[in-house]
T-cell receptor, first 119, second 109 residues
């Protein structure tokens, strides 16, 4: 199987504090990990793409100094929301890419998401 | 445990209709999503069902039966660009998203 976990599953914090969200691929090494934000209209917005050991690539409009991504190993990526504000309240989802066979193609597996509420 | 089942792969002909089924067993239910994902791209939202019935959006429709733990995505007038993976996801009582493995849809001329 290919399981991706996130921790915590939900978090409530005060405005101005920082929150760290972990994304782990439990039974495979992920070539790439992705971070998404799910908006109230249910669409998924890609925030950034990260490869182990290198800097994350952020999508246009995503503040890299606010959403810090660390991809320390092939099984762990973290997203830190710095100085969180109520408008950052959202559902954050990660996915991890697994190389399939020798074809060179990747398959993406999604985590269950982290619900962030900033008061 | 929680589980989402959908076929691994389906093949259909351009111009035809295809139905992709999704069955789920989750602890609670707070909505079901369908996403389309082309290789190498981020998934795009297709539909959201929280009440029983059919939701129609152009060529795409999604159906939900909560009592049966069942949904389907119906694609009409298939086009080559519809070749993609289709992901079914259910939000459980803890607001966690449970993801299906995705159905790879191959469209042939």
């Amino acid at each position: 199987g290919a399981v991706v976990s996130q921790h915590p599953s939900w978090v409530i914090c005060k405005s101005g504090t920082s929150v760290k969200i972990e994304c782990r691929s439990l039974d495979f090494q992920a070539t790439t990990m992705f971070w998404y934000r799910q908006f109230p209209k249910q669409s998924l917005m890609l925030m950034a793409t990260s490869n182990e050991g290198s800097k994350a690539t952020y999508e246009q409009g995503v503040e890299k100094d606010k959403f810090l991504i660390n991809h320390a190993s092939l099984t762990l990526s973290t997203l830190t929301v710095t100085s969180a504000h109520p408008e950052d309240s959202s559902f954050y989802i990660c996915s991890a890419s697994k190389r399939i066979g020798t074809s060179g193609s990747d398959e993406q597996f999604f985590g269950p998401g982290t619900r962030l509420t900033v008061l | 445990g929680q589980n989402i089942d959908q076929p691994t792969e389906m093949t259909a002909t351009e111009g035809a209709i295809v139905q992709i089924n999704c069955t789920y067993q989750t602890s609670g239910f707070n909505g079901l999503f369908w996403y389309q994902q082309h290789a190498g791209e981020a998934p795009t939202f297709l539909s959201y069902n929280v009440l029983d019935g059919l939701e129609e959006k152009g060529r795409f429709s999604s159906f939900l039966s909560r009592s049966k733990g069942y949904s389907y995505l119906l694609l009409k007038e298939l086009q080559m660009k519809d070749s993609a993976s289709y992901l079914c996801a259910v939000r459980d009582s803890n607001y966690q998203l449970i993801w299906g493995a995705g159905t790879k849809l191959i469209i042939k001329p």
